[in-house]
């Protein structure tokens, strides 16, 4: 049963509790608000200002629990804030694991000041979670996918279009580090998991993913830089830097390139190609 006025004070405190820069917007000159505005918190948690409103005044329809989901990561609650918000709403808690899509709010404080890095929020299978506006304009929407072509290592077996995003003479390094990684993974989490899922579907659907596999390769890594081909500035040499959320298996990756080099000054036109198309 839903607990309108303990959900509605909880959501007011934390809402109160967070600032813009928090969750990574401009404060402004003239702010009188204490805390992040009710539109503010709806913005980012991609709901209506009204919706939001009812339930800060124990009003409105019994939020679903994938709303529920949604205000819990917009306003950075933490895994135990998110399982009592739950509870408030009259929902019982996902089970605890690795397979978790919601982001820890240390991960989302570090990846909202990245705004002018390529940077994305990946799970342990290759699905991106969170995309920066860089890492949009340099690889494209990769939230925008579902079922098994969320994973990355998935699309690149299986979609031609993926592998268009790297460099060819980096093909065959990428179809070993993904079918590695995946190994790594079903061996951690069993033959139940959806990593093992994701492994049969692949050895069903392509030739190269069972060539590879019969390898029983485990740990091969990538160069420390990566080459990505955009169809727009060409050829782009980045290091990527990963930060890793042990308790829910994900990682926060960082793409910078040298400075000075012909790779940072691409990356420049990418970062005013993005806000010059963000604008139209």
């Known amino acids: 049963m839903i607990d309108r006025t303990g959900l509605a004070e909880f959501l007011r405190l934390r809402r109160e509790s967070l600032q813009p820069e928090d969750v990574g917007l401009p404060r402004g000159r003239r702010r009188r608000t204490a805390g992040l505005r009710r539109e503010e918190v709806a913005a980012i948690c991609h709901i209506s200002a009204d919706y939001y409103s009812r339930l800060e005044r124990e009003r409105g329809p019994h939020p679903s629990e994938q709303m529920i989901a949604s205000i819990a990561q917009g306003l950075r609650l933490s895994l135990d804030e ?65 079922g098994p072509a969320r994973s990355i290592g998935y699309r690149w077996f299986t979609d031609p279009a993926t592998r268009a995003l790297y460099h060819p003479d980096e093909h065959a390094l990428h179809s070993r580090v993904f079918a590695a990684g995946l ?41 420390d830089v990566k080459r990505f081909t955009h169809p727009v500035v060409g050829v782009v040499e980045l290091a990527c830097q990963a930060l890793l959320d042990p308790e829910q298996g994900h990682s926060l990756l960082v793409y910078t390139a040298v400075p000075g080099s012909e790779s940072h000054r691409k990356l420049r036109l990418l970062a005013d190609h993005s806000v010059m198309a963000a604008e139209l």
């Open 82 to 146: 998110r399982d009592h918000l739950l509870r408030l709403a009259g929902h019982n808690p996902p089970v605890r694991g690795t397979s978790g899509e919601h982001i820890g709010p240390g991960l989302l404080r570090i990846f909202d000041r990245l705004a002018d890095t390529p940077a994305e929020i990946v799970t342990e299978l290759g699905e991106t979670l969170r995309q920066t506006p860089l890492g949009v304009a340099l690889t494209g929407d990769l939230t925008r996918y579902t």
């Open 183 to 223: 190994r790594g993974v079903v061996t951690l989490r069993g033959p139940g998991s959806k990593a093992a899922r994701l492994q049969r579907l692949l050895l069903d659907r392509s030739e190269e993913f069972r060539a590879v596999w019969k390898e029983h390769e485990i740990g091969v890594r990538y160069n």
